[in-house]
């Protein structure tokens, strides 16, 4: 198993293996920027690792999809982070699980009281390849804090079980 935490602490990735599948999972704290750099240095260390299937998860501390993943404020993001986010979505044939799974839903996943506004900024992206071990990925309400969490049920084996006897 290969890992790597970088030196400020907004990420770490490692490779495993789960019934025989091999996986690198990835989590990150971006910086509230618009800033190229974070996400450039994310996925140069990204190459380093070996698995058939990317799950990257976290706060990317920017919104995607103005027209879906905000309401309220002025619609605006961090546009020059958002294209390496892109480039590596399309090289790595990854998709937000989220969005693909409930394509209709107005979740968010941050939100401010005054003046009110909502956005989502926590994804989980996945191997397009992956999406069908993928069963679920939802935002769920949180308790005395500003972010919901973010969730992703995975199944790992490809028989379903049974009632038993």
């Given at each position: 198993m290969r890992t790597y935490i970088d030196a400020s602490?907004?990420?770490m990735l490692c490779d495993?293996?789960?019934?025989?599948?091999?996986l690198t999972?990835?989590?990150?704290y971006a910086l509230n920027e618009d800033d190229?750099?974070?996400?450039?240095?994310?996925?140069?260390?990204?190459?380093?690792?070996?698995?058939?299937?990317?799950?990257?998860?976290?706060d990317f501390n920017l919104v995607l999809d103005v027209e879906k993943d905000m309401k309220g404020g002025l619609a605006k993001t961090h546009r020059n982070a958002q294209k390496p986010i892109y480039e590596i979505c399309e090289n790595l044939d990854l998709v937000d699980a989220c969005r693909v799974l409930n394509p209709d839903a107005r979740k968010y996943t941050w939100r401010q009281p005054?003046?009110?506004?909502?956005c989502t900024l926590d994804f989980f992206f996945v191997s397009q390849s992956f999406l069908g071990n993928t069963n679920t990925a939802d935002i769920l309400p949180a308790f005395k804090t500003d972010h919901s969490m973010i969730t992703?049920?995975?199944t790992l084996h490809?028989?379903?079980r049974g009632p038993g006897f």
């Open positions: 602490g907004r990420y495993l293996k789960a019934n025989g599948k091999n999972l990835a989590n990150i190229t750099a974070f996400f450039k240095c994310l996925f140069d260390h990204l190459q380093d690792f070996q698995g058939d299937e990317i799950i990257i998860g976290g005054r003046p009110e506004i909502h992703l049920n995975i490809s028989n379903p």
